[in-house]
């Protein structure tokens, strides 16, 4: 195999000029369509059938290439939009790549529009034999923020495969675990009065210290009842983040809001943890007189859990002579999963680049990262 750093370092270089920042706060919010139109342009001249998918948000699309055709196969998955940067704090232009030290600079270099040059190298001796099962691109919209473009994939039911392999920044480490991610508010009306006398009113605070020790318990209960030793973090966490409330000392708090978030382990499950923390409110409701409104801030994410037999994780593990792991982020693994596919992720760069300034994805991450993409393509498009 020969691998063209420079052509390499010419893709990725296109891929960071484009900005695609999402994020849920809107005006950082931007289009990824862009870059699943520069990457649907060079899938389509390399031989592949391409289909852009609009999301309900303008400017915002997925991306599915397919070489070949047949049932089985193997995607290979990517997010095309990165997180906000603060350009004061880069030594360099985020947008444009740059070569220092062995390792290339950019917004987005290690997570993850590395990848897809990754797999472009990857694809070039199979462009021009058939395979027997397709090869399947993937590229997604929003992994960052709500994640609606895997979301939409999933209910949508495409695309079939058998097996997939997310490219997120693991060193070449195949990933066969992560906690689920929930983020969730409960906001508290009583009723504002005069603080001299506490009958003039209902105070939000007060139902608030009663929600807040409720939530403290049931941590203790889950982190007794589940624990995973695949994890750093081996128990469920439960992190009251922030809370805003009340104007005034000498004033009834009328009102109060609480933002906390869960990570649950696999086996667990985020609807079912919903129901217990609302049957919790509920007679705090009651005996306080407030009115307690408990919400999602976003759908969350599942728990991933491939179970360390599973092919594809054997497969992974042989290519790469390292034992599957767990990660303590999340991905778009548990969307590919409800599409029915054996799911692993593996990718070139390191997490600990990313999602910070001067981020960087390691050049001798990337001869490696394309022999193991042309090996999964033989095991699983060719034989
Ligand atoms: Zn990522």
Redesign the pocket.
Known sequence: MTFHLKNYQSQLAQLVALPSVSCGIPSWDMPNLPVIELLANWFNDAGFKTQIIPLAQSGKANLIATLGSGDGGLVLA??SDTVPYDANRWQSDPFKLEEKDGKLFGLGAT??KGFFPVIMAAVEPFLNAPLKHPLIILATAD??SSMSGARALADSGKPNARYAVIG??TELVPIRMHKGIMMEAIRIRGHAGHSSNPALGKSALDAMNQVMNELIILRNDLQLKYRNPGFAVQTPTLNLGCIHGGDGANRICGECELHFDLRLLPGMDNEELRTAIQNRLTPIAETSGTDIVFSSLFEGVEPFNEPAESELVKVCEALTGHASESVA?A?EAPFMQQLGMQTVVLGPGSINQ?HQPDEFISIDQLEPAVKIVQELIRKFCVN
């Open positions: 990517g997010h997570d993850m992994e960052e997120e920044p982020f991905t990313a």
